[in-house]
Nanobody, 125 residues
Framework: QVQLVESGGGLVQPGDSLRLSCAAS????????MGWFRQAPGKEREFVAA????????YYAESVKGRLTISRDNAKNTLYLQMNTLKPEDTAVYYC??????????????????WGQGTQVTVSS
């Protein structure tokens, strides 16, 4: 089993940067693909980015390509999301997740088995 704890959220201004972290417990972290999802008020949870268990493959939602970067450090059991040039529409609760989706289903929420509790990111002037 994998337990996930996100951190690094906060209130920032448009154009600012933020780095989210997701600390994983358990010895099998490096066997799972990892993803970041977000949920804005009144909206469904949506895919943001994902990374393969090796870290060699990354995937992004079109809306964040070029601004957000996902990475992982398997030695530290930690997942990251570097967020640059933040926009008000990035405001949401951000969740990390672990699972074994195929590349074709990397954006599918139900293919992830473990979820963190979320961290709030608010982008506002």
């Amino acid at each position: 089993q994998v337990q996930l704890v996100e951190s690094g959220g906060g209130l920032v201004q448009p154009g600012d940067s933020l780095r989210l972290s997701c600390a994983a417990s358990g010895r099998t972290f490096n066997r799972y693909a990892m993803g970041w999802f977000r949920q804005a008020p009144g909206k469904e949870r949506e895919f943001v980015a994902a990374i393969s268990w090796t870290g060699n493959s990354t995937y992004y939602a079109e809306s964040v390509k070029g601004r957000l970067t996902i990475s992982r450090d398997n030695a530290k059991n930690t997942l990251y999301l570097q967020m640059n040039t933040l926009k008000p529409e990035d405001t949401a609760v951000y969740y990390c997740a672990a699972g074994k989706p195929t590349p074709a289903r990397i954006q599918i929420l139900r293919d992830y088995d473990y979820w963190g509790q979320g961290t709030q990111v608010t982008v506002s002037s």
